[in-house]
């Protein structure tokens, strides 16, 4: 189903994933990184705004993180502040999207979700720190990804994206 392409991986695969989001908005209608989710090339200085991404519109993103990834695991992520590479990729996130800074939150064990959804109440971005967890991805944050964020979106043929059936503005 064309209309149906993820993206989806863990630590390196992460890094893909979000690149993927990125660089190929025409072709992923969203995308889930867990445990590593910069852009290659973020540590060497590497300025996102200098490039060219989203030539075909924003992609959702959820990001699945442990809150004891000795890489990427911190216990909150909002207030957004600080310098850590989860930091930075959420505030380019936000700036890119124009999401409201105040997101929803909420907790469904083990994971802390802090959501960040556009004008219409699309969740745009979702960030997970789940409880325990090192630099993984447990079987269940897969099924979690797709069942509760992946499976919303699809686009049609001309590339318009849709957030369960309804048209992304």
Known sequence: DKGRIYACGQSSGGYMTAYCALAASDIFCAAAPWSGFSCPGLMEGFDYKEARFFD????????????????????????????SQLTKFIIFILEEYGLKENPRQYTCAPIDYTVWEDKDGVPMLTVGLVNDMPHANYPEESWISFDQFLCKFSMDQDGKRYYMGVPIK
Not at 70 to 83: A, W
Request: hydrophobic letters at 30%; aromatic letters at 10%.
């Open 56 to 83: 075909h519109g924003h992609v959702p993103i959820q990001l699945l993180v442990g809150k004891k990834d000795n890489f990427f695991g911190q216990d909150s992520v909002y207030p957004v502040e600080g310098d």
